[in-house]
């Protein structure tokens, strides 16, 4: 695949809801309430095909709650969104999955009593959970399994993986489970992948290790979208930040204009923490 220019953006003004040269991600009116608590309410957003989009905001800012609605894991209440070109609203995860639309989870959903491979192979039906376990005996994936093993052991040793290939997923650490979480995610060769605090819990040598992978990923062509608290990790990586506070898309631009933004530092004043990065958990 050839890769996209990562400086397309350089044209683009910083501001909420503006308009990409190639959206490959398109939200409109998307409104979630939990209760009394509106969680999302995002007017208008577009996501950059090809590029790496840091997504921050003070802890309860909406972020999560908008992955799961996009990526079909939370129905929302209100609002439209498309992705490659085609309306998706409503679609389950694993159709979704199968049209290069896949994320992560901030609590791993790794599953313990699979072990590493199983994991793995379970991430090429695009969808998880143990009841779905039966999928990898049916005929079709019987078939396809030498492809997909092939895939799953290149994918382990490019996430280091490979020594615990055999091992009940159970047995990984924390940030060995993201690091798995994340590789599960490219079975599908995605077109984009979401996600959600990749880093948190991850040591500071696996953490080096999956940023390269998520650079890499982009300069393959893959578009990234994910949640950060670690201001350094988002200011490195980001070729565009959009910051969420109160379920709202309140700033969006080139990191280098998203620190001194007045709103982004109101969001996390606002919220009672430091400055970005400065006093937000994970
Ligand atoms: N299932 C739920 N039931 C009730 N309220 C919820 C639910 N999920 C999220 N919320 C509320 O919705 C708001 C947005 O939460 P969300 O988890 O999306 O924020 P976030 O930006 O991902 O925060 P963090 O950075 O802490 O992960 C918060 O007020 C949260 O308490
Ligand atoms: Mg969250």
């Given at each position: 695949?050839?890769?996209?220019?990562?400086?397309?953006?350089?044209?683009?003004?910083?501001?909420?809801?503006?308009?990409?040269?190639?959206?490959?991600?398109?939200?409109?009116?998307?409104?979630?309430?939990?209760?009394?608590?509106?969680?999302?309410?995002?007017?208008?957003?577009?996501?950059?095909?090809?590029?790496i989009t840091g997504l921050i905001g003070p802890?309860?800012?909406?972020?999560?709650?908008?992955?799961?609605?996009?990526?079909?894991?939370?129905?929302?209440?209100?609002?439209?969104?498309?992705?490659?070109?085609?309306?998706?609203?409503?679609?389950?995860?694993?159709?979704?999955?199968?049209?290069?639309?896949?994320?992560?989870?901030q609590l791993t959903k790794v599953l313990g009593?699979?072990?590493?491979?199983?994991?793995?192979?379970?991430?090429?039906?695009?969808?998880?959970?143990?009841?779905?376990?039966?999928?990898?005996?049916?005929?079709?994936?019987?078939?396809?399994?030498?492809?997909?093993?092939?895939?799953?052991?290149?994918?382990?040793?490019?996430?280091?993986?490979?020594?615990?290939?055999?091992?009940?997923?159970?047995?990984?650490?924390?940030?060995?489970?993201?690091?798995?979480?994340?590789?599960?995610?490219?079975?599908?060769?995605?077109?984009?992948?979401?996600?959600?605090?990749?880093?948190?819990?991850?040591?500071?040598?696996?953490?080096?290790?999956?940023?390269?992978?998520?650079?890499?990923?982009?300069?393959?062509?893959?578009?990234?979208?994910?949640?950060?608290?670690?201001?350094?990790?988002?200011?490195?990586?980001?070729?565009?930040?959009?910051?969420?506070?109160?379920?709202?898309?309140?700033?969006?631009?080139?990191?280098?204009?998203?620190?001194?933004?007045?709103?982004?530092?109101?969001?996390?004043?606002?919220?009672?923490?430091?400055?970005?990065?400065?006093?937000?958990?994970?």
């Open positions: 695949m050839t890769a996209p220019p990562r400086g397309v953006l350089a044209g683009t003004a910083a501001e909420p809801g503006v308009a990409k040269p190639d959206p490959l991600l398109v939200v409109d009116r998307v409104g979630k309430a939990f209760g009394g608590i509106q969680a999302v309410d995002v007017e208008h957003l577009e996501v950059q095909r090809g590029v802890n309860g800012a909406g972020k999560t709650t908008l992955f799961n609605l996009l990526t079909g894991f939370d129905r929302a209440d209100t609002g439209t969104w498309s992705f490659d070109g085609r309306a998706v609203a409503g679609l389950a995860a694993h159709r979704l999955a199968r049209r290069g639309m896949v994320r992560t989870f009593r699979l072990t590493v491979l199983e994991n793995m192979k379970l991430g090429a039906t695009g969808q998880r959970g143990e009841r779905l376990v039966p999928a990898l005996l049916r005929p079709a994936w019987r078939r396809q399994e030498a492809a997909i093993e092939r895939r799953a052991d290149v994918l382990l040793a490019r996430f280091k993986l490979d020594a615990m290939r055999d091992a009940y997923a159970g047995y990984l650490s924390g940030g060995q489970r993201k690091l798995l979480e994340v590789a599960r995610a490219l079975m599908v060769e995605p077109t984009m992948v979401m996600l959600d605090e990749p880093m948190a819990g991850v040591n500071p040598a696996l953490r080096q290790s999956l940023l390269g992978q998520i650079t890499d990923l982009a300069d393959g062509g893959t578009s990234v979208l994910f949640v950060e608290h670690d201001m350094d990790v988002v200011m490195r990586i980001s070729d565009w930040v959009v910051c969420m506070a109160q379920g709202q898309v309140i700033a969006e631009g080139p990191p280098s204009s998203i620190l001194g933004n007045r709103a982004v530092i109101d969001a996390y004043l606002g919220s009672q923490h430091d400055e970005p990065g400065l006093g937000e958990q994970p």
